[in-house]
């Protein structure tokens, strides 16, 4: 009896400890989802504020114009060199022929962008037939104009608190009401390189410039890291000075990217005396930078592949470049570009190597090739960041879009080609 009370307490304990294991395990999951869930709701918060303020930058608000492209100013033999200012200011005055002061037509003219005589220039150039005619044109508005239609400037402001005067709001909503202002699409945004004036700034020069510097980067990057890669997991021999360069390939990978930025700064600008701030110089510093990377992502690559294939392919009389070139490497490509990619996308978003290498320029023109001047869309967030005018706010948040989206449709490529072409074994 005392024996069989003595196995039903040692089954109550262990019942109890059963209890308490499963306690704990449940509050171990429920902290883990909170955590999941945790980073989800920043992430979400963070998305959230940089959407919210930047989507009203893909739209901009535009003046239809009655421009009467009289011939007299215009030289036949010069197109561009016409005062396409006055065209823009003759049909203001057009609009409203009551405004006599100078003052008052100072303002008026104020409503449409500075920018505006350069988009009739590009019609006038890009079709001659033009001249001679009136036809009603939709110009950008003013920085200020937009501001004040997407309500970043309230109407109810004391009129010394804003840049816009009562008479001006009361043209804008003479304007609207006519149908002459409308919020369209911001092509700008998308064709334009960057400008002084917020209305006019794109981010395609940013964008090229990008497109060249990673160009650079993945075609010096990728070989250079596949056949070290292959290299040290294949052929390289096992002693110190492998071990040594496996241990700087790891503690380079861990070298922050400021770091690259000076080194090209030292080597292939003073020493070589290449050209500053041309994606060229970005290329060859993210080059330097991404090579760790992918160095580490194709050997695990590499190493991932059975050794039966290498012993299989060996044993058929294939030589040992033959197994690797035709067995081995096939089958960790999936690897290779997944690491790849990723490192694309890491350079993608890097801004301290450039800074440091001068493509941190203010660059209008859209660059052409790999040695023109040019930024990169980080840089571009960083420069329209430190710009006090108030719609440069909106157009920093939307290049960040932009860049969040080309992040994003990267590292979903990475995960598509790994899903698609790796093999468990």
């Known amino acids: 009896m005392k024996r069989k009370n003595n196995e039903m307490s040692t089954m109550e304990r262990v019942g109890q400890g059963l209890g308490k294991r499963y306690r704990r395990e449940r509050r171990f999951r429920m902290l883990g989802l909170l955590a999941i869930m945790a980073s989800l709701g920043f992430l979400l918060v963070l998305f959230g504020s940089i959407v919210s303020r930047g989507y009203t930058a893909f739209i901009q608000t535009e003046i239809r114009l009655p421009i009467h492209f009289d011939a007299r100013v215009f030289d036949v033999g010069n197109l561009a060199r016409a005062d396409y200012a006055a065209l823009v200011k003759a049909s203001m005055r057009e609009l409203f022929p009551e405004v006599k002061g100078r003052r008052d037509k100072r303002q008026l003219y104020r409503l449409v962008s500075s920018g505006a005589a350069y988009t009739l220039q590009k019609m006038v150039v890009a079709d001659p037939a033009m001249i001679g005619t009136t036809r009603d044109v939709w110009l950008p508005a003013d920085d200020e104009v937009d501001m004040f239609v997407k309500g970043y400037i309230k109407r109810d402001v004391e009129e010394s608190a804003r840049r816009l005067t009562d008479q001006q709001i009361r043209w804008i909503d003479h304007l609207a009401e006519s149908g002459r202002l409308e919020r369209r699409f911001n092509a700008i945004f998308f064709s334009a390189g960057d400008s002084r004036e917020p209305e006019l700034a794109g981010i395609r020069g940013a964008a090229m410039g990008s497109l060249f510097t990673l160009l650079v980067t993945l ?42 930025g000076l080194l090209g700064l030292a080597v292939f600008l003073n020493f070589f005396g290449m050209p500053r701030s041309t994606p060229l110089v970005g290329g060859l510093v993210l080059t330097l930078m991404t ?51 990723i490192g694309m996308a890491q350079a993608l978003g890097e801004t301290a190597p450039l800074l440091m290498i001068g493509m941190v320029a203010f660059i209008v023109d859209i660059p052409q090739g790999f040695t023109d001047p040019a930024t990169v869309l980080p840089v571009q967030i960083y420069l329209w960041a430190d710009s006090p005018e108030r719609a440069s706010v909106e157009r920093t948040s939307a290049a960040i879009m932009v860049l969040l989206a080309f992040l994003i449709l990267m590292n979903g490529a990475a995960v598509l080609l790994r899903k698609k072409f790796e093999r468990r074994w």
């Not at 997991?233 to 360069?245: G, K, M, Q, S």
């Not at 294939?318 to 570009?337: D, E």
């Open 291 to 341: 090579l760790p990377t992918i160095i580490i992502a194709s050997r695990a690559s590499l190493k991932s592949v059975p050794p039966s294939i290498r012993e299989a392919a060996l044993g058929v009389g294939a030589s040992k470049m033959q197994t690797i070139f035709h067995h081995v490497l096939p089958l960790a490509m999936p690897g290779m570009m997944t690491g790849t990619i």
């Open 219 to 260: 075609g010096l990057s990728f070989p250079i890291g596949v056949a070290s890669a292959v290299y040290l997991e294949e052929f390289a021999p096992r002693n110190r000075w492998t071990d040594l360069i496996e241990v700087n390939i790891n503690n380079l990978a861990a070298v922050p990217s400021i770091v690259f």
